[in-house]
């Protein structure tokens, strides 16, 4: 029989945001394996991940493996590749000795998530593996349930961009119509301060970062001041409104 790889959304860090259905997923896989840092060597770094911390509410640490990625690496693709590679072949031991193989990803596993790539690379290397997913809470949902911004109304579109794509899409999508959610912008925050300027969306936007941590921060997009901000920094720019109730339909 194949074995099944499924990827399991644990959401944005809160551990109390992971949905039933995850929990079950957890706890029903013979192994849950979560992402770690890839340092220089190729080795782990030794950092606990927000998806092993989450995992580790819900199974015992005996229960958890971790595997090396070398995440948010741009710049070096012979190195991204390579460890990409590499935790294919361990997660592919895994599914040889196991009937059911969960991996964590923060967030949801089909919205911008390292599974993505693990998934097509089991795809290869063990044909026939049973690949499923389990939606988890993204980080735009819960920025917008703890700062009370409105992702969108009526006929309103969203759009969702990654800033490592550039301050160009940004801008673009800035200036259009909708509510804009931008991911990982904390290392463009200066640029993207300027472009909320430029588009005239700096005064109802919102950032947040390390949402339901302990070192949770959520601001006003007017301060930004900047300063670079932690690399996962997502931030809501609600589309303009009237203040009508149901205006927008």
Partial sequence: MSSTLIGVGVGP???????VKGVNAL??????????????????TGERGRA???????VPGEKVVRVVFALNERTDRARR???????????????????RVAFATIGDPNVYSTFTYLAHTIGELVPGTVVETVPGITAMQDL??????????????????????????????????????????????????????ETGRLEDAVWGSA????????RPAAELDGEPLPYLSTLIAPARRDGVRGGKL
């Fill in 144 to 197: 917008a349930a703890r700062s009370g911004a409105v992702l969108t109304e009526g006929t309103e579109p969203l759009t969702l961009v990654p800033v490592t794509a550039g301050s160009a899409v940004l801008k673009d999508a800035l200036a259009g119509p909708g509510t804009v959610v931008a991911y990982k912008f904390g290392r463009q925050a200066a640029e993207v301060a300027e472009a909320l300027r």
């Fill in 13 to 19: 860090g809160d551990p109390e945001l992971v949905t």
């Fill in 211 to 218: 949402l339901g941590l302990s070192e949770e921060s959520i």
């Fill in 52 to 58: 092993e911390a989450t995992v580790l509410h819900y």
């Fill in 27 to 44: 706890r029903a896989a013979d192994v849950v394996v979560v992402p770690v840092m890839a340092a220089a060597d190729g080795t782990a």
């Fill in 81 to 99: 590749e390579a460890a990409w590679d590499a935790a294919g072949e361990r997660v592919a031991q895994l599914l040889a000795r196991y009937d």
